[in-house]
Nanobody
Framework: QVQLVESGGGLVQAGGSLRLSCAAS????????MAWFRRAPGKGREFVAS????????DYADSVKGRFTVSRDNAKTTVYLQMNSLKPEDTAVYYC?????????WGQGTQVTVSS
């Protein structure tokens, strides 16, 4: 069974950058397409970005295109989310999971807070 641990969140001013990590355990991790999601206060879960198991194809929500970059290192069983030009509306708890169906057990997420 794959377990997910997100990290790298924090408090940053608008225009700043953060790099999130999603460390996965489990031998079959490298075969999963993965995605980042976020949940802002009072809102539902939102898709942010996805990456195929080989890393060859990525996809982004319109709200983060051109600012966020998803990548992965299968040798380290880790998926990354580089977030640049952060905006206050990016404030949320960020999670990773399988894609397109997030059927893995959710991790605790990592809080990102962007101040204006």
């Amino acid at each position: 069974q794959v377990q997910l641990v997100e990290s790298g969140g924090g408090l940053v001013q608008a225009g700043g950058s953060l790099r999130l990590s999603c460390a996965a355990s489990g031998r079959t991790y490298r075969f999963y397409d993965m995605a980042w999601f976020r949940r802002a206060p009072g809102k539902g879960r939102e898709f942010v970005a996805s990456i195929t198991w080989s890393g060859g194809i990525t996809d982004y929500a319109d709200s983060v295109k051109g600012r966020f970059t998803v990548s992965r290192d299968n040798a380290k069983t880790t998926v990354y989310l580089q977030m640049n030009s952060l905006k206050p509306e990016d404030t949320a708890v960020y999670y990773c999971n399988a894609h397109p169906v997030p059927y893995l057990e959710w991790g605790q997420g990592t809080q990102v807070t962007v101040s204006s």
